[in-house]
């Protein structure tokens, strides 16, 4: 799937959502994991993690999933891998480090995972050099502001003296969240109040360059952004992987692959 053709003429694609029950070749859907100490049969083992619902997710919803482990010269890697993309899922994980937006470490980030950093930032801006559409789960989010300039909380229990975005014990809280009106995100789950599904300590400080926040909680904390600009990318604060009503996150981003797809062969043709 792979070619070399780095500096490939962006495409340009409309988030037509309504695209999504085109027949047509499943879309290529690469999801970002890590490296995890694992049981394996009788072997403990370092292991590149990703739970199985967000393949689910992508699968269900018409793409074909491609896992993506955090790879040495990732900038070199992210171009070899991305020409052959369709789309690209950013997904959840632990804390971005603090030095990527120029903020001191608070005591509770989690450690640095500077491999996975440094990958997904790549992916990123790949994605966006050719438009390949985006989704950006939770962590995901957060990674697109850093990388568009934006800053992080790093415990919202201490910025916004609340703990109902991560009860603990690997219990998913619910949050009320509302979509913007004209927003992607409110062409994919509609203007009336949806729950969803939080496990995070941190969120969207200030907000990166040409972002725009589509969702906020009642504490004005941003829940959902978008690119303001060409080419599709939708970042949100949950976990639509763990919530079946959020699987249109995942048929939206298909939907803009397979635009992004069909766009790049009539380029190609
Ligand atoms: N910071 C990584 C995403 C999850 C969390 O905020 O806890």
Redo the contacts with the bound molecule.
Sequence with gaps: MASNDSDRTPVSTDPVVERRAEPGPRPVIGLTTYLEQAKQGVWDVRAAFLPQRYLDAVTSSGGVAVLLPPQPEPDAAAAAVMDGLDGLILT?????QPELYGAQRHPLT?PARPDRDAWELALFRGAEERRVPVLAI??GL?LVNVARGGT?HQHLPEALGTERY?IGGGVFATNEVIADDGSVLAQLVGTDPIDVHS?????IDQLGEGLIATARTDDGLVQAIESGGEGYVVGVQWHPEENAQDRRLFEGLVAAASAYSQARQDVDA
């Design positions: 959840g994980g632990l804390d971005v989690d939770c962590r957060q992080l991560r496990y995070h300590h941190q969120g």
